[in-house]
């Protein structure tokens, strides 16, 4: 799981992105419309990551097409040590 992270999260011109989403649903679960509208980014922005997460088991799903949730898979919640530190690594890049 940690190679994967490193790639949905640093290893991708996207990832920073993914990395504020997946902090986010760590707060709280949300649908995409909600994310989109709490950082800042379009929905077609999120939607596109969402799905990049979730085809790498990183984020998982609950309710209806529309509206779904999403919040960290168990996966992630698992290795939530090493998707700290890849988003605390990214935060030091950018700065």
């Known amino acids: 799981m ?3 992270l490193w790639q949905v999260l640093a290893g991708t011109r ?7 989403i997946l902090r986010a649903l ?12 709490d950082l800042e980014l379009s929905y077609k922005t999120v939607r ?3 799905d990049v997460l979730q085809d790498n088991d990183v ?5 209806e097409q529309y509206g ?5 898979s168990e996966r992630a919640r698992a290795t939530w040590d ?8 990214l935060e ?3 700065s």
Request: glycine content about 8%; charged content about 30%.
């Open 48 to 50: 596109h990551h969402l």
């Open 26 to 37: 760590e707060e709280r679960p949300r649908n995409a419309h909600q994310l989109s509208e």
């Open 68 to 72: 779904e949730v999403y919040l960290p």
């Open 2 to 4: 940690e190679a994967v």
């Open 14 to 20: 996207g990832g920073p992105n993914r990395a504020r």
């Open 82 to 89: 090493i998707v700290e530190r890849i988003i605390t690594e």
């Open 59 to 63: 984020v998982t799903s609950s309710g």
């Open 92 to 94: 030091g890049v950018e």
